[in-house]
């Protein structure tokens, strides 16, 4: 049945090569940026869930408590 509702749809073929374009796309652009990613940065955001809601300021007098 699904067989013969997507061989009805005109240009179905299209949107195939266009998911895969497009996954593929967004495959290779993670890669290449976590490839280039500093190691502290990537050292930093995997701490982040053992804080605690506790977050390190560089700004001074500041305090939200």
Not at 24 to 38: Q, S
Request: proline content about 2%; overall charge positive; some cysteine.
């Amino acid at each position: 049945m699904i067989k013969n509702v997507l061989s009805e749809i005109g240009g179905v073929g299209l949107y195939g090569v266009i998911s895969i374009s497009l996954f593929f796309a967004v495959f290779i652009g993670m890669l290449i940026w976590v490839c280039r990613m500093k190691k502290s940065f990537a050292q930093s955001m995997s701490a982040l869930p053992l804080h605690d809601g506790e977050i390190k300021s560089n700004r001074k007098g500041t305090s939200h408590e």
